[in-house]
């Protein structure tokens, strides 16, 4: 479980503890939380340090690895590529090559919708042309075909999981989203409804849509940790390289999640109106067929529901896990 200690790590460790499998968290902590993996172990390590990763590969087996560190803002990446090159690509050949060298078998990576750039046709099937428009999306794409070509070469098999927006947080309401600086529309508008923000920014109401906000596919993260676990039974049974879409396949606008949003938490929700953000495509929309047929994955969280166990978490935890480095 690398990256094990962030958002959706921190619920893909519970989905594998409760499926019976004993994830092990490597983790360097830049933007996780060691209170979000308690249950679990934890060693503090950074993806591209190779005499560490060969002293945990040395000293025991594992039967496959999870693979979610990533630095994951579009907007930085924009600005600092070479973070996004080396942090997420060039660290990553650094875990690949140790885990062959160590005899383990498969990866499965988390991997994104910002691969396919502005989409041609909406919902987006897996074999819709790739065109990232920012350097988070190519890291990404670049690690895919890296481990196509791993496969070809080395026999080493993946699953690559192209999330659509990860939203919510686990119903237990133990753990949930807690980034710096936080860039994701659910936990804004509901920072909102707690007071610490003062609005929520509209990005663009002149998209082609039907109330003319952007639309975008959530998906909540616990079904998102639910397919990583039959993407593990996938890989164990079939040996197969593959790459699948997780989203809802249901889009919602921005304006209809503040309006979901203010249902929830029973109070208006100041929204403000700005320009389109350069890049931002006007619907994006996972096709998740293949998810649905091969994986027998369904998501099982509506949008209600996302924003209402986001809320749970945001509500009882206004200052996320507690260690911000910084206010909002
Ligand atoms: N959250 C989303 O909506 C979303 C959507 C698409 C794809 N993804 C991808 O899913 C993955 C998880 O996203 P998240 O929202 O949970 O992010 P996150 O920032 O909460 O988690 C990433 C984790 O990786 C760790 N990490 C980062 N760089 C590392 C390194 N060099 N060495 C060791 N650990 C490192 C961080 O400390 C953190 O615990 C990322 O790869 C992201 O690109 C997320």
């Not at 990446?77 to 383990?104: C, H, Q, T």
Request: glycine share 8%; proline share 6%; hydrophobic share 40%.
């Amino acid at each position: 479980m690398v990256g094990g200690a962030g958002y959706v790590g921190s619920h893909v460790v519970r989905a594998l503890l409760e499926a019976g499998h004993e994830p092990v968290v490597y983790d360097n902590l830049s933007t996780g939380h060691m209170e979000a993996v308690c249950d679990s172990e934890v060693i503090i390590g950074d993806v591209g340090d190779r005499d560490k990763l060969r002293t945990v590969l040395q000293a025991r087996r594992f039967d496959g690895v999870v693979h979610l560190a990533a630095a994951s803002l579009v907007a930085e990446s924009m600005r600092e590529p070479s973070v996004y090159f080396r942090n997420n690509v060039s660290a990553s050949i650094v875990l690949f090559d140790e885990l062959i060298r160590a005899d383990v078998p498969w990866v499965v990576l988390s991997s994104t919708a910002a691969v396919y750039g502005e989409p041609e046709v909406v919902p987006i099937p897996e074999e819709h042309p790739t065109r990232p428009t920012n350097p988070y999306g190519e890291s990404k794409l670049m690690l895919e075909r890296i481990l196509k070509w791993y496969d070809v070469a080395y026999g080493f098999k993946h699953i690559s999981l192209r999330y659509f927006n990860a939203a919510g947080a686990h119903p237990s309401g133990q753990i949930g989203e807690d980034h710096m600086p936080e860039t994701h529309l659910i936990p804004i508008v509901l920072q909102v409804a707690l007071g610490l923000r003062d609005f929520v920014t509209v990005f663009g109401i002149d998209y082609p849509t039907p109330d003319g906000s952007a639309v975008r596919d959530y998906v909540h993260v616990c079904d998102l940790a639910d397919a990583h676990v039959r993407a593990i039974t996938r890989l164990c049974a079939t040996g197969t390289s593959s790459v699948y879409n997780l989203g809802s396949a249901r889009g919602y606008s921005v304006r209809e999640i503040v309006d979901v949003a203010q249902q929830v938490v029973g109070m208006p929700i100041k929204s403000v109106v700005a320009d389109r953000r350069a890049g931002d495509p006007p619907i994006l929309v996972a096709d998740n067929r293949k998810a649905l047929s091969e994986l027998q994955w369904m998501p099982q969280f509506d949008l209600e529901a996302i924003v209402e166990t986001a809320w749970r978490w945001h509500r009882d935890h206004p200052q996320g896990y507690g260690n911000r480095r910084s206010s909002i």
